[in-house]
């Protein structure tokens, strides 16, 4: 059996993106810029697709810019309006921000000489209001806060940031790559100004992805040249993929209210049964806030690669909460920011569902993960040592 638990990294494209997309890997290879009919004919499917974006949010159309990914829009979003708008120099953004905000922000502060803000989060991985009112001062240019966490799914309130953002004249970015197609979000109603979607997460296809721009926020173009996406985006258009990702979205639209439960179940039944039938096993994040496809769960006295490697032997794919540089295993900086102990955060595992997640899949997972687990605990001279000294 294969097991597919690793959907916040990426999702399969859906047979109905994947139908959807074909006509245009053959007949229908006009360019959209075309006069002629060739290209007439493709644009108006190009202009279905925004539509269908657009509404997922609540926006209107030409607040919509088709991008190459999620990296692309976080980049453009920031690096776009900061330069439209050099003369503040403070930019706020979270310790938890996925690398394509937190890396911009590092990048800006080393070469640009930005003053920037990273707030910190609590032992659930929230931020807090308090300390983002306090890091804004006159000089504050932006805020990014992510909608739902990558990791461990948490979802931040951006409405409120958004409201406080408004108050102050702020520009407020979301990068909602995690959270869009999955919750309900009115743009309008959040005060949202700038918005980041992935087409891969969200199945619809690698490499296309989405930039929202509220109308009147002016925003420097990221690639320049041709007059595609109004001059704000140059490049002739990834049709088939921007095609397949309005499919995307119309398919979340009518399915998100459902599937939430179903997963959300599904997601429940898989944490309980792992945390009960396995001792010594934490839930990282805020279950009071979090995504109801994501669970990321540390497992003390063993190491997260070593899971990872025998869950894909026996057919299961998920993630680990560290991610392997120069040699040495360094721990998420989402956990770390958490203050997740050293003990567990090693062993952290995020397991993630999607809308082709069964229950014969999750019912697999909970018989194959606990003897894994015992089985690697058996082997760790820590496990070995603490059992030795709950006995005496
Ligand atoms: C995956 C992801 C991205 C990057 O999207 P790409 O399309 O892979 O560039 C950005 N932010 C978050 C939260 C993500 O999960």
């Known amino acids: 059996m294969q097991v597919y638990l690793d959907n916040n990294a990426t999702s399969m494209v859906s047979p109905t993106v994947r139908e959807a997309m074909m006509p245009f890997f053959g007949e229908l290879y006009g360019n959209p810029s075309s006069m002629h009919f060739f290209g007439g004919h493709v644009a108006k499917y190009v202009k279905e697709a925004r539509a269908k974006v657009a509404d997922l949010f609540n926006v209107s159309p030409d607040e919509i810019i088709f991008t190459s990914c999620g990296s692309e829009s976080d980049n453009h979003a920031i690096r776009g309006y900061l330069e439209a708008h050099p003369e503040k120099k403070h930019i706020v953004t ?32 929230m931020i807090s209001l308090d300390e983002l009112k306090e890091a804004l001062t006159p000089d504050t240019a932006l805020i990014s806060v992510m909608t739902a966490n990558n990791e461990i799914g948490n979802i931040f309130p951006i409405g409120d940031i958004g409201a406080i953002a408004k108050e102050r004249g702020i520009i407020f970015h979301t990068d909602a790559v995690q959270a869009a197609g999955k919750l309900p979000m009115d743009l309008k109603a959040l005060n949202v100004d700038m918005l980041s979607l992935s087409g891969h ?54 399915s998100m209210f459902d599937e939430s439960k179903r997963i959300g179940a599904l997601r429940d039944k898989l944490e309980k049964g792992l945390t009960q039938s396995i001792p010594y096993t934490h839930i990282n994040g805020d279950p009071e806030h979090r ?27 998920a993630s680990s909460g560290s991610a392997c540089t120069s040699g040495s295993l360094e721990p998420s900086h989402v956990l770390m920011s958490m203050g997740i102990p050293f003990t567990y955060a090693h062993g952290s595992c995020r397991f993630s569902l999607s809308k082709f997640t069964t229950e014969e899949e999750i019912d697999y997972a909970l018989k194959t993960i606990p003897p894994i687990i015992q089985n690697l605990r058996d082997l760790s001279p820590f496990y070995d040592d603490f059992i030795t000294k709950q006995k005496k």
């Open 291 to 317: 995504m109801y496809n994501t669970t990321n769960i540390g497992f003390e006295f063993v190491e997260g690669e070593a899971i990872l490697l025998h869950l894909s032997k026996e057919g299961i794919a």
């Open 94 to 125: 979270t310790k938890v921000e996925h690398p394509a905000v937190l890396n911009v922000f590092k990048y800006l502060e080393k070469t640009k000489g930005y003053r920037t803000t990273y707030l910190s989060v609590n032992n659930k991985g």
């Open 201 to 254: 997460k969200i199945h619809a296809p690698k490499g296309i992805g989405v930039l929202y721009i509220r109308k009147g926020v002016h925003v420097s173009p990221f690639i320049i040249g041709g007059h595609q996406e109004s001059g704000r985006r140059a490049g002739t258009e990834n049709v088939p993929y921007i095609v397949g990702l309005g499919q995307a979205c119309e398919d979340a639209k009518k």
